[in-house]
């Protein structure tokens, strides 16, 4: 059986194509019946699994068919053809293919793809804040390497290649050196510190001891604000000082490898470890991994309370005091950030970035639910009823 997976590339960040089938490309004189159409996932995936997912389906040929110009695919290709013992792994473009690949697909065929509008720019700088901060989503698994940061451009070729196969397939490398010409078989997206418009590592991010952050924290948790002046958009290292447990990232000194910018934690003194051995001494470290919905809603506050710039800017979470007592949680419970800007209250829907201005029988509501003490509520205001919340949840649910 013969593996297909349609893909396009954009500033090399592999994206699925998921409105073409089969039949919009393959040559005429081709039985679709040999072949499989494959949707995987290239951002939760490592180069690894993809290995043993082939092996598993007994794939002989693997094709990626790439809608796009090829520029980091064909690196892929060799680099799994690497370490493939029971499939080979092919690609063709819209400008190149190969004698394999040629037999199934119609190249002209990819040309009249309408490709989708770019967000590759966006991703990259969303990823390259992850991997100074620290913040993922938590649907990337533990052992799994998203980023790696390298000090100087010469150590990129003397990782171990045990390192890059843990990798996701859509992972990142970040060179703190300028842009220069090279050139490399490393399957990365690589990112060096002038490479994008939109991030500079020192406009971006601040640095701040652990003290200094859990201060922040307590302030916040008394009043609800968040003193956004001088402020940037992101905390050096900031899932490591809380100990969240949420770091998918290496960063590789000229004196080893570490699990963190500021070089609190090292892992090898030898930047050629194994992955095993890597995995081995982060074993040893100490890992609180808690789960505190504070520490992980509060960047998002922090970038919140950047862009509105408001003197009088107060946060209703369930972490702060309002109107009700604050609480503890290990998640934050809502798609909701409510809170009030010059006398006015407002609500962000967040998966769909909208906010709508709200009243302050509204704001009572979704404190109260978030709090749980919704009876509290209640017994304290009569304009709160069943019928009130039933609706208002009924609202929130509609966006």
Same mark, same amino acid.
């Given at each position: 059986?013969? #593996?297909?997976?349609?893909? @396009?590339?954009?500033?090399?960040?592999?994206?699925?194509? /998921?409105?073409?089938?089969?039949?919009?490309?393959?040559?005429?004189?081709?039985?679709? @019946?040999?072949?499989?159409?494959?949707?995987?996932?290239?951002?939760?995936?490592?180069?690894? !699994?993809?290995?043993?997912?082939?092996?598993?389906?007994?794939?002989?040929?693997?094709?990626?068919?790439?809608?796009?110009?090829?520029?980091?695919?064909?690196?892929?290709?060799?680099?799994?053809?690497?370490?493939?013992?029971?499939?080979?792994?092919?690609?063709?473009?819209?400008?190149?293919?190969?004698?394999?690949?040629?037999?199934?697909?119609?190249?002209?065929?990819?040309?009249?793809?309408?490709?989708?509008?770019?967000?590759?720019?966006?991703?990259?700088?969303? #990823?390259?804040?992850?991997?100074?901060?620290?913040?993922?989503?938590?649907?990337?698994?533990?052992?799994?390497?998203?980023?790696?940061?390298? +000090?100087?451009?010469?150590?990129? +070729?003397?990782?171990?290649?045990?390192?890059?196969?843990?990798?996701?397939?859509?992972? $990142?490398?970040?060179?703190? +050196?300028?842009?220069?010409?090279?050139?490399? +078989?490393?399957?990365?997206?690589?990112?060096?510190? !002038?490479?994008?418009?939109?991030?500079?590592? @020192?406009? /971006?991010? /601040?640095?701040?001891?652990?003290?200094?952050?859990?201060?922040?924290? /307590?302030?916040?948790?008394?009043? $609800?604000?968040?003193?956004?002046?001088?402020?940037?958009n992101g905390i050096i290292d900031y899932a490591q000082m809380l100990s969240l447990g949420l770091e998918r990232r290496l960063f590789i000194y000229t004196d080893g490898i570490y699990l963190d910018y500021q070089r609190t934690s090292k892992l090898s003194s030898l930047i050629n470890s194994t992955f095993s051995e890597i995995e081995l001494a982060n074993s040893r470290l100490s890992h609180k991994n808690k789960k505190n919905g504070l520490y992980e809603v509060y960047p998002l506050l922090v970038s919140i309370a950047k862009s509105l710039e408001d003197m009088h800017l107060t946060f209703i979470t369930p972490f702060n005091k309002h109107r009700f007592d604050s609480i503890q949680l290990e998640n934050y419970p809502s798609e909701w950030i409510v809170f009030s800007a010059s006398d006015t209250y407002f609500a962000l829907h967040v998966p769909s970035n909208r906010t709508f201005e709200v009243n302050q029988l509204f704001v009572e509501i979704f404190e109260a639910q978030i709090k749980e003490c919704i009876e509290l509520a209640k017994s304290k205001n009569g304009e709160i009823t069943d019928t009130v919340i039933e609706e208002q949840k009924e609202l929130m649910l509609s966006v």
């Amino acid at each position: 059986m013969i #593996g297909i997976t349609l893909v @396009e590339e954009s500033n090399h960040v592999l994206r699925n194509v /998921e409105d073409a089938a089969l039949s919009d490309i393959v040559k005429e004189d081709v039985s679709i @019946e040999e072949l499989s159409l494959d949707t995987y996932d290239f951002d939760t995936n490592t180069f690894l !699994d993809l290995l043993e997912y082939t092996e598993f389906q007994e794939y002989t040929d693997y094709i990626f068919v790439n809608f796009s110009k090829s520029k980091r695919v064909p690196k892929i290709i060799s680099f799994l053809n690497t370490f493939s013992e029971s499939t080979r792994f092919h690609s063709i473009s819209i400008e190149d293919g190969g004698n394999f690949a040629d037999q199934y697909v119609d190249r002209t065929k990819l040309q009249n793809y309408e490709k989708k509008s770019d967000s590759s720019e966006l991703i990259l700088k969303n #990823g390259l804040m992850a991997l100074f901060t620290g913040i993922y989503p938590r649907i990337f698994r533990k052992n799994i390497i998203k980023h790696i940061y390298f +000090e100087q451009l010469s150590d990129v +070729e003397h990782l171990h290649s045990s390192v890059y196969l843990n990798c996701a397939i859509n992972h $990142g490398l970040y060179i703190d +050196e300028l842009e220069k010409d090279w050139s490399s +078989e490393i399957p990365s997206i690589i990112t060096f510190k !002038d490479s994008l418009q939109t991030f500079s590592k @020192e406009s /971006e991010l /601040e640095e701040c001891s652990e003290k200094e952050l859990l201060k922040q924290l /307590e302030n916040f948790q008394e009043n $609800g604000t968040i003193a956004w002046q001088e402020r940037k958009n992101g905390i050096i290292d900031y899932a490591q000082m809380l100990s969240l447990g949420l770091e998918r990232r290496l960063f590789i000194y000229t004196d080893g490898i570490y699990l963190d910018y500021q070089r609190t934690s090292k892992l090898s003194s030898l930047i050629n470890s194994t992955f095993s051995e890597i995995e081995l001494a982060n074993s040893r470290l100490s890992h609180k991994n808690k789960k505190n919905g504070l520490y992980e809603v509060y960047p998002l506050l922090v970038s919140i309370a950047k862009s509105l710039e408001d003197m009088h800017l107060t946060f209703i979470t369930p972490f702060n005091k309002h109107r009700f007592d604050s609480i503890q949680l290990e998640n934050y419970p809502s798609e909701w950030i409510v809170f009030s800007a010059s006398d006015t209250y407002f609500a962000l829907h967040v998966p769909s970035n909208r906010t709508f201005e709200v009243n302050q029988l509204f704001v009572e509501i979704f404190e109260a639910q978030i709090k749980e003490c919704i009876e509290l509520a209640k017994s304290k205001n009569g304009e709160i009823t069943d019928t009130v919340i039933e609706e208002q949840k009924e609202l929130m649910l509609s966006v």
